[in-house]
């Protein structure tokens, strides 16, 4: 599939699409409800490139 270096290279794109989305899933005035559903998916991104960091480490090391 993907290494994780194309999922950190792509970090800054994502999270524009990751906010653009938020902000057209909860469009009210204030960007905290916004935040509230950016966030967690931004954490979601970061976790996602570890597990495949260390996914393709361990299998390095076999």
Request: aromatic fraction near 12%; charged fraction near 15%.
């Amino acid at each position: 599939m993907t290494d994780s270096k194309f999922w950190q290279k792509n970090f800054r794109y994502a999270i524009i699409i990751i906010t653009i989305f938020g902000a057209v899933i909860r469009p009210d005035g204030s960007g905290v409800t916004m935040c509230f559903v950016a966030l967690p998916m931004i954490a979601l991104y970061a976790v996602g490139i570890i597990a495949i960091s260390r996914n393709e480490m361990s299998v390095i090391l076999r």
